[in-house]
């Protein structure tokens, strides 16, 4: 089970960078929320996976046996998708107020958008 996953994690991550280095702003979200589904993917499958296993000692247990699931990833995890999810919310809105402006999506274009007679900073000093 845990090579599936990993095979997944890897599957993920590969997804998300060529979408990240696309030039459409959309793709470039979409291989964001990739990348943070990858690396939550990853947190918890590094947590050691265990089928119906609760995450707590049970009462009168001095040490732990393998019955027990590691709560760490669980935590790291819900808090991920909620700094994901915000992250993801704010970049969408951030690209829909450049699209807005600027009228495309194409980071290319965006380029073109800073002013001609701009002068370049001083390259040696």
């Known amino acids: 089970m845990e ?7 890897g599957l993920f991550f590969v997804s998300a960078i060529y979408m990240m280095l696309s030039r ?5 979200l979409i291989g964001v929320v990739l990348l ?5 993917l990853l947190i918890f499958t ?3 996976l265990t089928i119906a ?3 707590v000692i049970p009462l009168g247990l001095q040490t732990v046996d393998d019955t ?3 709560p760490l990833p669980q935590a790291l995890i819900l808090t991920a998708i909620v700094i994901s999810f915000s992250l993801f919310a704010f970049l969408l809105v951030l690209s829909y107020r450049a699209f807005q402006e600027l009228g495309t999506d194409d980071v290319d274009e965006m380029r073109d958008a800073e002013p001609a007679e701009r002068r370049l900073p001083p390259m040696e000093y």
């Open 3 to 9: 090579g599936i996953l990993a095979l997944l994690v």
């Open 24 to 28: 459409r702003t959309v793709r470039i």
């Open 36 to 40: 943070g589904n990858a690396v939550n």
């Open 46 to 48: 590094s947590g050691r």
């Open 53 to 55: 296993a609760p995450p």
């Open 68 to 70: 027990v699931a590691n």
